[in-house]
């Protein structure tokens, strides 16, 4: 099989406390149904044991920063299948952040996730820059929510509350001293947009970034706000190329969703009479007969789930955009024709 260069789908998402199995399991799902490989996760509320309970069928990998008490906690998920080798943690005692070191697909890099103070603590920012000076030998993907808007005047709904603030400098430091570029921002220069809604002021703000080192930027194909659902945060999300992967086929396991789809029922005992009567030569021959209807069957099952998951996709891409699109009317700061 020739190797290929592929995509990673990054997501920073602060979920606003998952101690309920209910939230838990539309969080994991909305993740897996748009292919996410690595999620950075802020504002947990989770211990380390309750962490676990977030590997599941698709996750393989869970790092964690427990919460203190009930309040931040930050981890990182790690879907099953990638390239990801974890060599040095470094976290602080509060739960606001975790750094891995290590090599994804095989280059050594600096991957975090970070949950920044709601109010100025100038010990706490001085001590995460100074950790964040010593790796940066190592290219850098930190995201998070920062609690700041990087921009007062494109960042934040509310003209009249617009100020820069302590969080803000801190953004600006990173770039300027790390070379850490706001992804978002780099691909949308002069848009707004936005990653929560605060309800008690009635006012926008983006305050989710993800931040990468500038020789990473080359290989980001996309970066995209998601529409504010299940937590009171947007995801940012973005596409990495990455090295080479080498393609392989697996062992096939029939969708179990389709043992209850009467339209799949229908549409393969149509295939199935195609099959016999296009081959009812073949019948003396029981062995060759059902080897090839298996083989025939599997296919005409892919290429149904494909169809099926390419419709739903697309009705989902087009709810969001609307969905995106209400919010940048509601703040008051979008482009009509976004």
């Known amino acids: 099989m020739v190797d290929i260069g592929y995509n990673l789908n990054i997501v920073t998402w602060n979920v606003g406390g998952i101690h309920s199995p209910v939230?838990?399991?539309?969080?994991?799902q909305a993740l897996h149904r748009k292919r996410i490989d690595i999620v950075l996760l802020q504002e947990t509320h989770l211990d380390t044991a309750e962490h676990l309970k977030l590997r599941t069928w698709w996750v393989d990998r869970v790092y964690d920063n427990p919460a203190l008490g009930r309040k931040a906690g930050v981890a990182v998920l790690v879907r099953k299948g990638v390239d990801f080798r974890v060599e040095r943690q470094y976290q602080d005692r509060q739960g606001r952040y975790l750094l891995l070191q290590g090599t994804l697909a095989g280059k050594k890099l600096v991957l975090g996730t970070y949950y920044g103070p709601n109010v100025q603590d100038v010990a706490f920012s001085r001590q995460f820059r100074k950790l964040l000076l010593s790796l940066a030998q190592f290219p850098i993907i930190l995201g998070g929510d920062f609690n700041a808007v990087a921009d007062?005047?494109?960042?934040?709904?509310?003209?009249g509350r617009r100020r820069w603030g302590a969080g803000g400098r801190t953004i600006a430091y990173y770039a300027d001293v790390l070379g850490l570029l706001d992804l978002w921002r780099a691909l949308h220069p002069g848009e707004r947009d936005y990653t929560h809604l605060s309800r008690a002021h009635?006012?926008?703000s983006r305050l989710d970034y993800i931040l990468a080192s500038e020789s990473?930027?080359?290989s980001v194909r996309d970066v995209q706000i998601a529409p504010v659902a299940i937590s009171d945060h947007a995801w940012v999300e973005f596409r990495?190329?990455?090295?080479?992967?080498?393609?392989?086929t697996g062992l096939w396991r029939f969708p179990r969703d389709l043992y209850e789809d009467r339209a799949y029922s229908a549409y393969i005992q149509t295939q199935w009479k195609h099959y016999q009567f296009d081959n009812r030569a073949h019948q003396h021959n029981a062995v060759l007969y059902w080897e090839t209807a298996k083989a025939v069957l599997r296919g005409h099952t892919i290429a149904y789930v494909a169809q099926v998951r390419k419709s739903r996709d697309a009705q989902l891409l087009h709810l969001e955009r609307q969905l995106c699109h209400l919010r940048r009317?509601?703040?008051?700061?979008?482009?009509?024709?976004a």
């Open 23 to 28: 939230k838990r399991k539309k969080i994991l």
């Open 152 to 159: 007062p005047e494109l960042d934040w709904s509310d003209i």
């Open 202 to 204: 009635d006012t926008w």
């Open 216 to 218: 990473l930027f080359p």
């Open 240 to 248: 990495l190329q990455v090295g080479y992967q080498t393609g392989a």
């Open 329 to 337: 009317r509601m703040a008051g700061g979008g482009r009509s024709g």
